[in-house]
């Protein structure tokens, strides 16, 4: 019913800077929180970003700084802007959002998951 697609990771070297974009689709009344996360090789799923629909943002202390999160409620777009990147910053990275939709006339809330984007950054 609703799907996120991500779309600009890729190689970097040290230093640079790449930008992820993630737009919502579907059957969707409202979304509430959107945001980043990551998964390195051997490693949890970390939080790296998350953003209110009301524009409040939420950073892992390891990006704040250089990543900046930014949305477009009205194209349902969420974006991540990653500057001075390094090698640390190599994982999968995948959208998240809080969606609400309706269902038999009821609305429920519904957590979506993007299909990850690799980001790579070499030294």
């Known amino acids: 019913q609703v799907q996120l697609v991500e779309s600009g990771g890729g190689l970097v070297q040290a230093g640079g800077s790449l930008r992820l974009s993630c737009a919502a689709s579907g059957s969707i009344f409202s979304i509430n929180d959107m945001g980043w996360y990551r998964q390195a090789p051997g490693k949890q799923r970390e939080l790296v970003a998350t953003i209110t629909n009301g524009g409040s943002t939420n950073y892992a202390d390891s990006v704040k700084g250089r990543f900046t999160i930014s949305r477009d409620n009205a194209k349902s777009t969420v974006n991540l802007q990653m500057n001075s990147l390094t090698p640390e910053d190599t994982a999968v990275y995948y959208c998240?959002?809080?969606?609400?939709?309706?269902?038999?006339?009821?609305?429920?809330?519904?957590?979506?998951w993007g299909q990850g984007t690799l980001v790579t950054v070499s030294s």
């Open positions: 998240n959002a809080v969606a609400v939709i309706m269902v038999a006339l009821t609305f429920r809330r519904l957590e979506v």
